[in-house]
């Protein structure tokens, strides 16, 4: 990572947390699927990126949006939890061959297939985490479990979107390049 | 020692997750006490700000709505007003024990299973941990975290929160409990816990504060009941609420001093030493 990379990195940061917490933080459908995106700005890390660091980071992620949301340690658990099992996600989808150097975990480089489950399956460890340990009954086990799995569709659904449209973006600059 | 040490750093990764993890965990299990950092909690410089910000772009579009409650209240308030004008010589007894200081909610959500406020006033205005907030029309929560311009408080949707209640009409003890057991993440719906089977309780009912924690004035609504079963098994009633307060729209809220609480608390503390306030 050079320097300009770094600075790339932490306005995407105060992107990320702002867009959670003063927006996506009021929708969601019938109390039911909530959206967390700002888990995005972690899942984007390129694939070979320090994973001692990367744990830092996400600790750091997530004690930034338990504080908007008066929860402390429930997000920075989950984000630290899903990024420990980042590895393992990543190695169970390597295409046959491998990755290539310089492969990014985006719909550009790795294609919608492998960035669909590679979102789903990261946001499963997080939002069951968080899920889970904010429940305050264990009787509605089966609504906690609904709530995460309904959350992952709502999540990946615009991380998703996000890529789609930076992709049609780049697509249409590079256009009116030529 | 040499093989120890390559142990760790093979380890390294998994460690500083477990080290973190732990940290966490520690976190989330201190949330419930009153001795949480202050920084921590929405009620931080940084955070209040946004949602103050934020606040003041969304206020707008609800203002002639918000006019419309606080002319009601005012109202309200004048017409409780005049007996107490003519009362007015007796001026010593009228004197109240509570101080009521006007915030307003810049952070509220209702779909969680704990719900927070955060308010736009804090440490400099008077407010302190454990007063209680209140609505024009129902009772509201209680401040958690104080910062010097921010409070945050829990919403009374919030599962760590209970509160003495009575009858309006037989002044019966019982306590309201949100998402209890019967209803799921409902912001407009409440349970009374603890009423046997005797008590005399009809749908329609006013529950009000009981006044018995130093936290509310007494008498202070908080919903009417909507539905009542007899639970034959454990000889209790089974009973919903309709909260009056609309936790969906909260702006301007009430903090509650209590100028006797401190009084009244280290006399609980002599009669039963161990709860502390």
């Known amino acids: 990572m ?17 867009l959670q917490v003063l927006f996506l933080r009021y929708v969601n459908f019938g109390g039911l699927a909530f959206c967390f995106a700002y ?49 393992r996600i990543i190695g169970v989808l390597a295409p046959t061959g491998g990755y290539e150097a310089g492969n990014q975990p985006s719909v550009l480089d790795l294609g919608s297939n492998w960035f669909l489950i590679y979102v789903s399956l990261s946001a499963f460890f997080h939002h069951a985490f968080v899920f889970f340990v904010s429940a305050s009954n264990f009787k509605i086990v089966g609504n906690t479990l609904l709530k995460t799995i309904l959350s992952v569709v709502f999540t990946t659904a615009v991380l998703y979107f996000f890529q789609r449209t930076s992709l049609s973006y780049n697509k249409y600059k590079s256009r009116r390049r030529r | 020692m040499y093989q120890l040490l390559r142990f760790f750093s093979r380890l390294k990764v998994f460690f500083t997750f477990l080290f973190l993890e732990l940290i966490a965990v520690w976190l989330i299990l201190n949330n419930n006490s009153y001795q949480q950092v202050a920084f921590l909690s929405s009620a931080n410089a940084v955070a209040g700000n946004f949602y103050e910000v934020r606040d003041a772009f969304t206020g707008q579009f609800n203002l002639r709505n918000e006019i419309q409650q606080l002319q009601q209240e005012n109202a309200n308030l004048r017409e409780n007003n005049a007996p107490l004008d003519s009362a007015a010589y007796k001026k010593d007894s009228l004197k109240s024990n509570y101080n009521y200081i006007p915030a307003r ?27 209680g907030v209140i609505a024009p029309n129902g009772i509201v929560g209680r401040i958690k975290t104080v910062t010097d311009n921010y409070a ?34 409902d912001y407009q719906q409440a349970e009374l816990l603890y009423v046997p089977i005797h008590i005399d309780i009809q749908p329609g009912d006013t529950v009000e504060t009981s006044g018995y924690n130093a936290v509310y004035p007494e008498g202070i609504d908080i919903g009417t009941v909507s539905s009542v079963e007899e639970d034959m098994s454990d000889g209790r009633k089974n009973v919903k609420i309709e909260l009056l307060v609309n936790f969906n729209n909260i702006k301007n809220v009430y903090v509650i001093e ?14 039963n030493p161990s709860t502390s306030p």
Not at chain 1, 2 to 18: G, P
Not at chain 2, 155 to 163: A, D, K, T
């Open chain 2, 105 to 131: 909610v810049i952070n509220n959500s209702v779909d969680y299973e704990d719900n927070f406020l955060t308010l736009n006033k804090g440490r400099n205005s008077g407010i302190k941990e454990g007063m």
């Open chain 1, 2 to 18: 050079n320097q300009k990379n770094v600075f790339f990195f932490v306005y995407a940061y105060i992107l990320y947390i702002l």
């Open chain 2, 152 to 185: 945050a408080a829990y919403s009374l949707l919030h599962s760590g929160i209970r509160v003495s209640a009575q009858l309006r009409k037989s002044k019966e003890l019982c306590t309201v409990k949100w998402n209890a057991e019967g209803t799921q993440n």
């Open chain 1, 39 to 87: 888990i995005g700005y972690l899942l984007a890390f390129p694939l070979d990126f320090s994973r001692l660091l990367h744990l830092i980071i996400a600790f750091l992620v997530g004690i930034s949006v338990d504080i908007f949301y008066d929860s402390p340690g429930i997000h920075a658990g989950a984000c630290i939890l899903m990024v420990y099992f980042r590895k």
């Open chain 2, 258 to 271: 209590n100028y006797q609480k401190s009084e009244i608390d280290s006399l609980n503390q002599l009669v």
